[in-house]
């Protein structure tokens, strides 16, 4: 495919994203967290083409976590983004020690990780004076995320396209939420990106892997099972699944059983 139906593509899509859950808005001030990861670079591209043509006031700061991984050079991060004239931040935190040490052996790095990660990425975001931090989840890490939330830990949860945080001064976006790997990837080749991949959880996530490997399988049997699993996570029926939180049938039976109890309680006390 052409690059720059690649470009309109992941663009349409960031823009489709935008319009449906409102990820960036005028006088947002954002954090962009690079990892160095392809998926980080395009969305840090796509989100400084929107602020280009935004009819609105939008500021971007590239921030890159050096976690002081063994032979990890944020040299090419920084150089890129001295050539893109954006405003940027590189910190060096030594959270890889920290991560390896306390992990249990045999477990897997990337939930204890992406804690310390989200934790400074918090504070840059508020040394910036940013009320934003966007991440470069895309579509595939949606789909992947539900599935293994499905299979490993019986939950029907995956990535929301904002989510504020616990404490409420921030608000994480995920403005690739509807972009498909494989443009990005495209993407990356196109505008050759400096990748610098993570090699700290990659080796070590068997149960996403196989993931993977699944939807890779199906995806030959139905190209769209991708889409479908996308579109399943935008129309949920609750009233069809069996959270009794959720459940109108439920719910009314308890108000019903509440009504009929005070009722018995009434008449006991008239009586008595």
Partial sequence: MHPRRIEGRILKSVYQANRDFETVQPNDRILVAVSGGKDSFGMLWALLKMKAA???PIDLV??????AQPGHDPTPIENHFKELGVDYEIEKQDTYSRVVALTVPGKVYCSLCSRFRRAILYKAATRHNCNKVALGHHRDDLIETLLLNVFFSGQIK????RL???SGNHEIIRPLCYVAEEDLIALAKHMEFPVVPCKLCGSQEK??????????????????????LMSALGQVHLSHLLDKRYNPNLACSRNEAATTL????NLVSDSG
Avoid: C, W
């Fill in 158 to 161: 995956s990535m929301p396209p």
């Fill in 207 to 228: 149960e996403r892997k196989f993931i993977k490997d699944l939807l890779t399988d199906l995806s030959k049997r139905s190209p769209h099972i991708k889409g479908n």
């Fill in 262 to 265: 005070k009722v018995l309680n």
């Fill in 54 to 56: 935004a009819p609105y």
């Fill in 62 to 67: 590239a921030f890159h976590l050096d976690q």
């Fill in 164 to 166: 504020r945080s616990d």
